[in-house]
Each structure stands twice: as structure tokens, then as C-alpha cells.
């Protein structure tokens, strides 16, 4: 019975796997944010052998793991085939936005690059909560697209109201603003599943120094 409610994913700990892809997913890598605060990197990450595989697989009722990890070639190279690497706290961000979608009643459609992406994908910064699988960009509610300052202000403001823990990014022109999506970010969450890898101290201060 414990076989069959297991999650189909196998986990994988980051400084385990070849150095093209340590490179580009920098696990468990201290990184600043915005204001100069240190964060950790994920380690450990649930593996995606095909897209196929992504599609099938729903993290909520209303959401497949597809659209959490849609990249383009702003993506670092060794992360645009498979099989792909996602941090484990995908399951929790999808969570959050299943229950966004029961409030607004209706689809929620997440924007290309605006699910998981790496540190090193060159749209964005090492330490956005995006790299860690917390950090979602909507671009598109229903019918409505989010694209004026009625339409993120609106859904942004119910999002914190049933979303206690999101943080909303503020509608306008200027740096760490948007006009045209709604970003819900939850943080630098760091998850480590009850089956993840045995870790071994020896083994981490060897990847590390490599």
C-alpha cells in the first residue's frame, strides 16, 4: 500500500548529479537576495525523465507539473532537456495556487519562464524564489488578462487575502514592479522529503570544493 501512494517522482539529491547540472542548479549554494540577506539554494529535487511524464503528472487537481517548469533558451542549457530537475517544494507552491484557483473560480495560467527556473536561467537573479519552485508569474485569470493596473491590483489583493504567507509584487514600471503579470512568491522555501538521500557530510565537502 505505501508503494502505490508514493509520489511517481524520484528524488535526487543536486550534489550528487553530473557537474554541468550541479553548475547550472548551484545546490544547496549560499546566494544573496535583494537586500543583501544569505539564502541557500535547494538540494535536493524531483527528477522529470520526459515532457510526456510532466504532462501526466498533476501536483494539484487543477495544475500539471508541465506548466510549473515551461523555459525557453533563456533556460541554462544542460536544464532544456530531460530529464529536468525541479525543487522539491514544487508540491507546496502547487498547493497554494490550487487553492488561488478555487477562489477565483476559474483557470489560472502560469507564464513561460514564470514557473521554476534555474539560477542560472538570464532572466532572472540567482536568489529569486523562482529558483527555488516557490515564486509563480500569472499571466492570465479566465478571460482576463493581467496586463493593466485594475486587473493585477485586483487579483493580487485577493491573493493576499486568502494567501496569508504571498507576497504580491507591486503594480508599475520600476525594478522589482510589474504591468503585466501577477507574481505570488512564498519565499525561500526549502524542502527535504522523508525519502530524500541519506546525506554524507564527506561526500557534500567534496562537491562543494569541486
Request: glycine letters at 6%.
Amino acid at each position: 500500500m505505501a508503494d502505490s501512494q508514493r509520489f511517481p517522482l524520484r528524488i535526487v539529491d543536486g550534489l550528487r548529479l553530473d557537474k554541468p547540472l550541479r553548475d547550472a542548479l548551484m545546490p544547496a549554494r549560499i546566494v544573496l537576495d535583494e537586500a543583501g540577506r544569505e539564502r541557500m539554494l535547494p538540494r535536493f529535487f524531483y527528477e522529470i525523465q520526459s515532457w510526456t511524464q510532466a504532462t501526466e503528472i498533476r501536483l494539484a487537481p487543477g495544475f500539471a507539473l508541465a506548466e510549473f517548469i515551461q523555459t525557453d533558451v533563456r533556460e541554462a542549457a544542460p536544464l532544456r532537456g530531460f530529464p529536468r530537475y525541479i525543487p522539491c517544494a514544487i508540491t507546496m507552491m502547487a498547493l497554494c495556487l490550487e487553492r488561488f484557483r478555487e477562489v477565483v473560480g476559474t483557470f489560472v495560467h502560469i507564464a513561460a519562464n514564470g514557473g521554476y527556473r534555474s539560477p542560472r536561467h538570464a532572466a532572472g537573479t540567482t536568489a529569486s524564489p523562482h529558483s527555488w519552485g516557490t515564486a509563480v508569474n500569472i499571466y492570465r485569470i479566465g478571460d482576463v488578462y493581467l496586463d493593466s493596473r485594475d486587473a493585477v491590483e485586483r487579483y493580487a489583493a485577493l491573493a493576499r487575502q486568502e494567501l496569508p504567507s504571498v507576497w504580491t509584487r507591486p503594480y508599475g514600471t520600476h525594478r522589482g514592479q510589474t504591468t503585466d503579470h501577477l507574481h505570488l512568491d512564498f519565499g525561500y522555501v526549502v524542502s527535504t522529503p522523508r525519502e530524500a538521500p541519506e546525506r554524507h557530510l564527506e561526500f557534500d565537502v567534496e562537491r562543494r570544493a569541486s
